[in-house]
């Protein structure tokens, strides 16, 4: 399905309306009348967001020197010929929605060429990535993750218990450490469970007790979904009411991760599914006994990607994963 409006400006609401819903939708920001064209797309299945900005004659898009930003040229309705702007990087989409603005408002309202407004909105954010910033994306999805496996554990063992074992946020190698099981739980917004490993330990069982990995994906929630303040706000409550002397080492643990209540929030996620299994059989990992082997003991940190896609869950897991919600 594919809609249209007209303006200047974009809330993020909107668009992530859209992307819950998994529409298409193009959203004109120049008047129809000035040149050139400037358009916010949102791609047919709600998984991408774009700038295109039409294209002078002769005049080529400009180069993109960062990573997670491309910029190629694209033909629309009877050959016009529009520079795309997107990002590689689905769990920054709520950010580079703040980019492309940033660079249309200088191009409509400012007048500025796309290659000046593109290389003035690179620069100014570039000046801010040297400042201290609020969670990213990623880390903020990452601690719903981490947020939602609490609730769970919740239940099971109740807030004491489930509170007490969220030992990450203190420095250790594992997320969770229950009674009888570590639990590891790594959360990604992409289409395949790649998950970023943090140093050679993370994986490495602790001696008489068993890892467990849970891979988590989150999707765009819409309407329907949650945002981490409301997920945060929602665990208080509920430590509050049952076990309100685990208040301040729950509001301790939230506070480690990053999270603090005056950071703007209004990204909304659900679950999409979930696998748990035993991170000594099947899911692919550095440890201290494969680098001595390789000769390369002397290795004391890394990060590294691993790939779960595609892994059964183990049988046997302690703590039952399906149908996981945020709370």
């Known amino acids: 399905m594919t809609d249209s409006r007209t303006g200047s400006t974009l809330a993020w609401s909107t668009v992530e309306h859209y992307l819950g819903e998994g529409l298409g939708v193009s959203y004109p920001l120049s008047d129809g009348q000035s040149r050139p064209v400037v358009s916010y797309e949102i791609g047919d299945g709600g998984r991408d967001i774009a700038l295109l900005v039409e294209l002078d004659k002769n005049r080529q898009p400009p180069r993109s020197t960062l990573p997670a930003v491309r910029i190629d040229q694209v033909l629309v309705g009877r050959g016009l010929r529009m520079a795309r702007i997107r990002t590689t990087q689905v769990a920054l989409m709520r950010d580079f929605h703040d980019l492309l603005l940033t660079v249309a408002d200088r191009i409509v309202a400012q007048n500025r060429s796309l290659d000046r407004a593109f290389a003035e909105a690179v620069n100014g954010w570039s000046s801010l990535l040297g400042r201290r910033r609020d969670m990213n994306a990623q880390r903020r999805i990452g601690l719903l993750g981490e947020i939602s496996i609490l609730a769970r554990l919740a239940e099971t063992y109740g807030w004491d218990a489930a509170v007490a074992s969220w030992t990450g946020p203190y420095g250790e190698e594992h997320d969770f450490a229950?009674?009888?099981?570590?639990?590891?739980?790594?959360?990604?917004?992409?289409?395949?469970?790649?998950?970023?490993?943090?140093?050679?330990?993370?994986?490495?069982?602790?001696?008489?007790?068993?890892?467990?990995?849970?891979?988590?994906?989150?999707?765009?929630?819409?309407?329907?979904?949650?945002?981490?303040?409301?997920?945060?706000?929602?665990?208080?409550?509920?430590?509050?009411?049952?076990?309100?002397?685990?208040?301040?080492?729950?509001?301790?643990?939230?506070?480690?991760?990053?999270?603090?209540?005056?950071?703007?929030?209004?990204?909304?996620?659900?679950?999409?599914?979930?696998?748990?299994?035993?991170?000594?059989?099947?899911?692919?990992?550095?440890?201290?006994?494969?680098?001595?082997?390789?000769?390369?003991?002397?290795?004391?940190?890394?990060?590294?990607?691993?790939?779960?896609?595609?892994?059964?869950?183990?049988?046997?897991?302690?703590?039952?994963?399906?149908?996981?919600?945020?709370?």
């Open 178 to 327: 229950l009674r009888e099981f570590d639990l590891e739980v790594k959360t990604t917004a992409t289409e395949r469970r790649r998950h970023v490993i943090h140093g050679i330990g993370q994986l490495e069982p602790v001696p008489g007790r068993p890892l467990w990995f849970a891979s988590l994906r989150m999707t765009r929630g819409g309407a329907g979904g949650r945002t981490l303040a409301e997920s945060v706000h929602a665990v208080r409550e509920s430590v509050t009411e049952r076990a309100p002397a685990i208040l301040s080492r729950l509001d301790t643990a939230l506070e480690r991760s990053g999270w603090s209540a005056d950071q703007p929030d209004d990204e909304r996620w659900t679950p999409r599914d979930e696998a748990l299994v035993l991170a000594g059989e099947a899911v692919p990992r550095l440890t201290p006994s494969i680098l001595a082997a390789a000769t390369m003991e002397r290795i004391t940190a890394l990060r590294y990607e691993t790939d779960v896609t595609g892994l059964a869950p183990s049988p046997g897991a302690p703590v039952d994963l399906s149908g996981l919600r945020l709370p």
